[in-house]
T-cell receptor, first 114, second 111 residues
């Protein structure tokens, strides 16, 4: 399977703990996006990378959130001092950056903060 | 007011019926329009992509865009139980940027 891969699929943590998610994009895709989706809502944009450069961050991405893409390949999203409001599905998407820039999504990481 | 409005449903139709879905938007800067399908506990999957007003057809799916009315639609002909999913409209102001999603409409096709 050469699609977007996200790990873990499900993460349960206690309030106040730190968590880290990983996204492996489709090979050769230079753009990588993170979104957050809560129940009954559409995905909301968090941040976006062009290769290793983080080009845009949403106001949703508080200081407790940090994302990296160190070598322009996989990306990590870390949440520090988790809160119950962080419970959501975290989706990663990648694109080739061609004129259509179609974004292909992974299956997501479901975070449950107890 | 949200930038993209979409009726959350659920929309229940019998097998074989036409499913009609729509979104309205307020920002005239949106230039690219997509429809994604999302099954429960899965990531969104692209169904249709268009950037101009008018109709685009792909198999049983037809996407319609009316930029003057800021209104987009998706029609599914000959619906099947396997079409039961949440359908999300997604819009972009530029081709490289973030997607702005509607809330999604849950569709249930009953045999």
């Amino acid at each position: 399977d050469t699609g977007v891969s996200q790990n873990p699929r499900h993460k349960i943590t206690k309030r106040g703990q730190n968590v880290t998610f990983r996204c492996d994009p489709i090979s050769e895709h230079n753009r990588l996006y993170w979104y957050r989706q809560t129940l009954g809502q559409g995905p909301e944009f968090l941040t976006y990378f062009q290769n290793e450069a983080q080009l845009e961050k949403s106001r949703l991405l508080s200081d407790r959130f940090s994302a990296e893409r160190p070598k322009g390949s996989f990306s990590t999203l870390e949440i520090q001092r988790t809160e119950q409001g962080d419970s959501a599905m975290y989706l990663c998407a990648s694109s080739l950056g061609d004129p259509q820039n179609i974004q292909y999504f992974g299956a997501g990481t479901r975070l449950s903060v107890l | 007011q949200k930038e993209v409005e979409q009726d959350p449903g659920p929309l229940s139709v019998p097998e074989g019926a036409i499913v009609s879905l729509n979104c309205t938007y307020s920002n005239s800067a949106f230039q690219y329009f997509m429809w994604y399908r999302q099954y429960s506990r899965k990531g969104p999957e692209l169904l249709m992509y268009t950037y101009s007003s008018g109709n685009k057809e792909d198999g049983r799916f037809t996407a319609q865009v009316d930029k003057s009315s800021k209104y987009i639609s998706l029609f599914i002909r000959d619906s099947q139980p396997s079409d039961s999913a949440t359908y999300l409209c997604a819009l972009q102001t530029d081709s490289w940027g973030k997607l702005q999603f509607g809330a999604g409409t849950q569709v249930v096709v009953t045999p």
